[in-house]
């Protein structure tokens, strides 16, 4: 079935640092790709999605290319801050669920000072 | 704020028992999606509704059901309940069925089974 593998965490940075948490997804047809987040003690939030192959999905500095070649929707920025500490998840939607959301298992960042 | 109101927050009840959760999504928004979020699962589909119809299924047990409202609301209701049923349930809302669109979560509903 499908499914979204990510990178296990936790992920710790020092501010300013480079972030990559990789994504790769198992999926027939041509699903949508999306990024979410989560703060402590809050619901999921939207970060950025691509719906199609050689998109490019972006936001608050955040970026992700949707790469059917090697099904991989890996997250990236450049220089991370403290207030970017959260859970990842990366997710699919629009393949053997329908338009349901398909997770990773979540990555933690945490990012010091 | 999502627009996505769950309750109730926090829900403790013993096994054996059944509860039910509720969910109300944004203004418009015509389906609603039920996640189960534990430690070892991580974030499991359960179940969506479009418009009052069951749209499709996830990994939701036989003991576990949900409804859609004519006016949208939708409820979860867990029955037999067991240890490991214990976990965070979000509900998600979004304008329509389609792929690309965006799902806006409430909270969560956290079920501790003892």
């Known amino acids: 079935g499908d499914s979204v593998t990510q990178m296990e965490g936790p992920v710790t940075l020092s501010e300013e640092a480079f972030l990559t948490i990789n994504c790769t997804y198992t999926a027939t047809g041509y699903p949508s790709l999306f990024w979410y987040v989560q703060y402590p003690g809050e619901g999921l939030q939207l970060l950025l999605k691509?719906?199609?192959?050689?998109d490019k999905g972006s936001n608050k500095g955040f970026e992700a290319t949707y790469r059917k070649e090697t099904t991989s929707f890996h997250l990236e920025k450049g220089s991370v801050q403290v207030s970017d500490s959260a859970v990842y998840f990366c997710a699919l939607s629009g393949s053997q669920a329908g338009t349901a959301l398909i997770f990773g298992k979540g990555t933690t960042l945490s990012v010091s000072s | 704020d999502s627009g996505v109101t769950q309750t109730p927050k926090h829900l403790i009840t013993a096994t054996g028992q059944r509860v039910t959760l509720r969910c109300s999504p944004r203004?418009?928004?015509?389906?609603v999606y039920w996640y189960q979020q534990s430690l070892d699962q991580g974030l499991q589909f359960l179940i969506q509704y479009y418009n009052g119809e069951e749209r499709a299924k996830g990994n939701i047990l036989e003991r576990f059901s949900a409804q859609q409202f004519p006016d949208l609301h939708s409820e979860l209701n867990l029955s037999s309940l067991e240890l490991g049923d214990s976990a965070l349930y979000f509900c998600a809302s979004s304008v329509g069925g389609g792929r690309d669109t965006e799902a806006f979560f409430g909270q969560g509903t956290r079920l501790t089974v003892v």
């Open positions: 203004s418009g928004d015509l389906s």
């Open positions: 691509a719906t199609k192959a050689d």
